[in-house]
């Protein structure tokens, strides 16, 4: 049925490097859905803390801050934004500081909270069908994803696709700093990075990015068929 097919919700969940924001960005893209970066929103949130004096190493600062930035998303695959009070943060969230605090910040409730229901309603206003990715969109975003995908690759895959983005970064730093962000993002409290169980869980180690993207778009047709 055509309307069925068309409102596909697509969850993509993984550790970092396994390949999430590129595949999620070209399945949205070939099969016409909008796409959602909800790290890029706990970037967003933890620059914003950075930029107002926020102690990010103490959780209840955080928590009594968390609802005052207005963070927004734009979700055309092929040009995704994102704004905090309406600067353009796309470059900042990416810098060394926010990547290593962002793990600090997001593990705070009030704070995972306030974009859990920012990211479904992004979700719901996506008519069209969406691609959300994340480290718990399948668990508990949005638990009834028509699709679910949990990516994995070694720590040594990882690390060489993440050093391969930056020029003259050291291998072994860059590994070291991505299994401690892994560990925080496993280890959290509240909606750690887990695999759903109904996920289909891929290992792009051995597998180029457009072999990753025709697996998820052949899945994602399969469900398509199947509704
Ligand atoms: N299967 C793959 N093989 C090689 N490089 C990949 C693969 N998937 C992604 N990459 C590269 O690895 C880097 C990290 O990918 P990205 O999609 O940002 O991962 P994530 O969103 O999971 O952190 C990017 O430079 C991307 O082009
Ligand atoms: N759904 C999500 C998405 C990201 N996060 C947190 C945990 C992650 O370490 C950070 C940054 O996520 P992001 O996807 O940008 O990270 P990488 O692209 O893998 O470096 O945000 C989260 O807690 N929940």
């Known amino acids: 049925m055509e309307t069925a097919r068309s409102s596909v919700i697509v969850a993509i969940d993984g550790p970092s490097g396994t390949g999430k924001s590129s595949t999620s960005k070209a399945v949205a893209a070939a099969l016409g859905l909008s796409y959602l970066d909800t790290g890029a929103q706990y970037r967003a949130i933890t620059w914003w803390m950075l930029t107002n004096g926020i102690d990010v190493g103490n959780p209840e600062e955080i928590a009594t801050a968390a609802a005052k930035p207005v963070i927004v998303s734009g979700t055309d695959p092929a040009a995704p934004t994102i704004t905090v009070d309406g600067e353009d ?38 008519t069209g069908g969406i691609v959300v990715e994340g480290r718990d969109i399948g668990t508990t975003v949005l638990p009834d994803a028509d699709l679910k995908i949990f990516l994995t690759a070694s720590p040594e895959a990882r690390a060489a696709r993440r050093s391969g983005e930056v ?56 469900k398509r068929v199947a509704a």
């Not at 887990?194 to 052949?218: N, R, Y």
């Open 89 to 126: 943060a796309s470059g900042p969230i990416r810098t060394q500081e926010v990547t290593s605090k962002v793990s600090a910040v997001s593990a705070v409730p009030e704070v995972r909270t306030l974009i859990t229901a920012l990211q479904r309603s992004i979700a719901a206003a996506a």
């Open 167 to 222: 020029k003259g970064s050291d291998l072994t730093a860059t590994r070291e700093a991505l299994i401690k962000r892994d560990a925080a993002d496993s280890g959290r409290k509240t909606s750690p990075l887990a695999k759903a169980d109904d996920a289909v869980e891929v290992d792009t180690t051995e597998l180029t990015l457009q072999q990753v993207i025709e697996c998820v778009v052949t899945l994602v047709e399969g």
